[in-house]
């Protein structure tokens, strides 16, 4: 991921479409890595963590993606604000090769490498960390090793009675994620995973992308043309800001506070209802809230189905897949689902970006789409769907992961009610 974040920044090439080449290629690694380290938080988090408060340790790793994004929103006000004031150029109306500016082609570079730092900090500390207890014990059966690792973990003495040990080694499941055991006992888990992480991905992350078109709709950034692309660029990293402020971050700590009260089935089903609730809030009379005068109602609604993406579905599928699978298929199965989010992610973008033009004047270069207040409707059904695919996950509040994953039972034997 460093090395990567460091490449991006440099991408060369002598044409645009060689920049956009390279920077896709050093992209495609550093998300490599990237998915690596989603389901490995997840599950080092999960297997040492304990039932009572496993879910508001897992929320506790997933809140940094909020202070994540409200860094980088800083990072580029920072950097954009100062090349703005060093290196004035007129509004894109004026003159639009100048606008742009030789110097904007330094920030976005500057900004895209200001992503190692984290991964530097925590670059040391994640290579001196051990492999969960449960995987050594379970999944390389050394006992010993697991003992002595969590007793460095938790700086105290451990101490296992070996018979003890041995009679939770031989109880690890061994069967494979293709294997017939594993559908009949995991399947529609598996199913509600990817689904719901899915269709979150594909509302949440076109919401991302049409921020810059709310907030010219609102009044809170001027029409692109009477602006340079660094001044732009300051404005929307502002409005964003303010929305991972006041919506995402809290939405974010509101799950880690409630998670092990409310459950996680309660949160994400709730979280797709009020986001489908307050998307069609925005769709249906969207006409009357771009209008001059109504915006604060506009921004309120929106910024709610942020705080409800977080204080639900955008935290819980992060957290639920990495405590209902089995040790030997725990990061396995976070990762497929975190795939299947990042492909609903990829849909997102780019569908939302065709539709949402406007059905008579689209975009140049754009082919008409269903317009803005069509697409809304559309990713209000998205939600919907979401939470009728929440359905399909187990509550795993409360309840250890032996006894979620059932790994300590066979096909033939009667699992404890509730499992």
Known sequence: MVLCSIASGLSFGHEAKGVIGTLCFFRFWLGFGVGGDYPLSATIMSEYANKKTRGTFIAAVFVMQGFGILFGTIVTIVVSSAFRNAFPTP???VDAATSIGPEADYVWRIIVMFGTIPAVLTYYWRMKMPETARYTALITRNTKQATADMSRVLNKDI???EEKAQLQVASGDTWGLFSRQFMSRHGLHLLATTSTWFLLDVAF???NLFQKDIFTKVGWIPPARTMSTLEELYRIARAQALIALCGAVPGYWFTVAFIDIIGRFWIQLMGFAMMTIFMLAIAVPYDYLVKPGHHTGFVVLYGLTF????FGPNSTTFIVPAEIFPARLRSTCHGVSAAAGKAGAIIGAFGFLYAS???KKPDKGYSPGIGMRNAL??????NFLGLLFSLLVPESKGRSL???????YDDDTVAPAGV
């Open 91 to 93: 509004p894109f109306y």
């Open 159 to 161: 101490t296992e009675e």
């Open 205 to 207: 992350y076109s919401q």
């Open 307 to 310: 705080f409800y993406a977080n």
């Open 357 to 359: 033009q406007d059905q």
């Open 377 to 382: 409707f559309v990713l209000a059904g998205t």
């Open 402 to 408: 032996e006894e979620i994953s059932k790994e300590n």
